[in-house]
T-cell receptor, first 111, second 116 residues
């Protein structure tokens, strides 16, 4: 199963763009890349998912290079409410229905 | 529509007791998974149910069990509680089991279990 590596923590200021990079060197051909957000004492919330190139939704963008060994979650113009833990997950059909969470990146947005 | 509902939100139990946690998935969702979250181990998969059948199980002792009912509601049970079972237990639902490109699960707020 593909293992992911992310920075443990990041700091940012309101209004800035935040980019969180995740490494997944042994990603398999059928693996998708998914990002979740979690606030304290709440369950994780799905943000975005992609397979290759770039995916954008109303919340974030996901950039995936051609070799797919890493991915970058981009949060435009963050606010204080974006302070949370962000998890990068990699998996596909071989995951057997389970989401495998790594340690995540604790993002702190300051005023 | 209503999200995933977990009850109770908080629970305090004594070592050796057993506990049952409940999860009502989003209406129409037939797949339910359970996760344990602790500061030391992070988020760990417990089991997955679909159409009343356990499809997958994580690496937890047999004291942890679960079931799913015909209305897709699910319960998990932990017997002979240990101090280390103190955790946030999260339930997630999805329309169908998470496979391939289907990686969007909807989580409840969890049940905070404290074992004393």
């Amino acid at each position: 199963l593909a293992k992911t590596t992310q920075p443990i923590s990041m700091d940012s200021y309101e209004g800035q763009e935040v980019n969180i990079t995740c490494s997944h060197n042994n990603i398999a051909t059928n693996d998708y890349i998914t990002w979740y957000q979690q606030f304290p004492s709440q369950g994780p919330r799905f943000i975005i998912q992609g397979y290759k190139t770039k995916v954008t939704n109303e919340v974030a963008s996901l950039f995936i290079p051609a070799d797919r060994k890493s991915s970058t979650l981009s949060l435009p113009r963050v606010s204080l409410s974006d302070t949370a833990v962000y998890y990068c997950l990699v998996g596909g059909n071989n995951q057997g229905g389970k989401l495998i969470f790594g340690q995540g990146t604790e993002l702190s947005v300051k005023p | 529509k209503a999200g995933v509902t977990q009850t109770p939100r908080y629970l305090i139990k004594t070592r050796g007791q057993q506990v049952t946690l409940s999860c009502s998935p989003i209406s129409g969702h037939r797949s339910v998974s359970w996760y344990q979250q602790t500061p030391g181990q992070g988020l760990q998969f417990l089991f997955e149910y679909f159409s009343e059948t356990q499809r997958n199980k994580g690496n937890f002792p047999g004291r942890f069990s679960g079931r799913q009912f015909s209305n897709s509601r699910s319960e998990m049970n932990v017997s002979t509680l240990e101090l280390g079972d103190s955790a946030l237990y999260l339930c997630a639902s999805s329309l169908v089991p998470l496979r391939g490109e289907n990686t969007e699960a909807f989580f409840g707020q969890g049940t905070r279990l404290t074992v004393v």
